[in-house]
């Protein structure tokens, strides 16, 4: 029987499965991957993922905040202001995240040569 790691009231057999976990869904890394480069409101995040509903993307937004890999920040001012940023765990997780991606024009790089 192999040694399962308990978190959050699951179970996982490392902490690989932790972190894909965190970043699964359909739009988190784009979501990780913008808000690396810039602070953004939701309108701004949301014309950078068109395919993304405001239901889905509210979704994930909250997942990554419950997380700890974004702040939600809402200033006090009529009409609401709200920004999104990388915490310090999200920004531990930027350089990882461009790896990835460079990893990924890598191979379709080599892939369009094989073909």
Wanted: proline fraction near 4%; glycine fraction near 4%; hydrophobic fraction near 40%.
């Amino acid at each position: 029987m192999s040694h399962l790691i308990e978190f959050r009231n699951q179970q996982y057999r490392c902490t690989s499965e932790i972190i894909l976990d965190l970043i699964s869904g359909k739009w988190k890394i784009l979501i990780l991957s913008f808000l690396a480069e810039h602070t953004f409101r939701f309108n701004e995040l949301q014309k950078r993922i068109p395919g993304a509903t405001q239901k889905m993307l509210t979704m994930q937004l909250r997942d990554l905040e419950n997380d700890g890999l974004i702040v939600r920040k809402v200033y006090p001012v009529v009409p609401p202001k709200v920004e999104y940023y990388l915490s310090d765990q999200g920004q531990r997780l930027a350089p990882m995240l461009q790896l990835l991606c460079e990893y990924g024009a890598d191979y379709v790089d080599r892939f369009r040569l094989d073909q």
